[in-house]
């Protein structure tokens, strides 16, 4: 039994549901995300609460019923207040710059690597700190998690593209020199 898809979701003022079979569309002051969700789940409006529910009992859709609770949800917040997510760059003349949808990123190779930022996806660089906007959750993570790749922190120093709540493992280096 899902307890997440079990909890109701409240729909806050400004955000406009509509529910078309199969097909949710969520609308907000910060934009519109659609789902496509399966047949064996049942997603229903009624008085600014959505509740999600199977339409088959199995251990597979019930499953399902929670990940289709937590996407709508996500689209919920997402239009409503959006998702921001920081990436820290550490080590001695790295540096990240922003111009269009391009993220460059000097972190120790030869050339700088020129990063595409998909569409949905703002960017913006403080110092060594790349933070990123988005109403769609999945998105967002999923850019962010492409940009820790171009650079992941090594254990040693602690250089590398990291989240901002990371917590890097240092490791002790070699103690030849005595």
């Known amino acids: 039994m899902s307890r997440i898809g079990k909890q109701p979701i ?67 917040v997402g239009v409503d207040q959006g998702f921001q997510k920081s990436l820290i760059i550490e080590g001695v003349g790295y540096k990240a710059s922003v111009a269009g949808n391009e993220l460059t990123l000097n972190v120790g190779y030869s050339n700088p690597v020129v990063f595409a930022i998909p569409e949905g996806v703002g960017a913006a660089v ?25 650079r992941k922190p090594e254990p ?3 250089k590398g593209i990291r989240y901002e709540d990371e917590q890097i493992v240092r490791k002790v280096g070699k103690s030849g020199a005595a």
Not at 13 to 25: A, E, L, M, N
Not at 33 to 49: F, G, H, N, P
Request: charged letters at 30%.
């Open 10 to 76: 409240s729909v806050p003022s400004g955000v406009d549901v509509k529910i078309d079979g199969q097909h949710v569309k969520v609308k907000g002051n910060k934009g519109e995300l659609e789902l496509d969700v399966l047949e064996d789940i049942e997603v229903v409006l009624e008085s600014d609460i959505l509740t999600v529910s199977n339409r088959v009992e199995s251990r597979k859709v019930n499953a399902f019923r929670g990940l289709t609770r937590s996407l709508i949800n996500n689209m919920v």
């Open 156 to 158: 040693y120093k602690g």
């Open 126 to 150: 403080e110092g060594n700190k790349i933070v990123l906007s988005s109403i769609d959750k999945d998105l967002l993570g999923l850019t962010a998690a492409k940009i820790r790749q171009v």
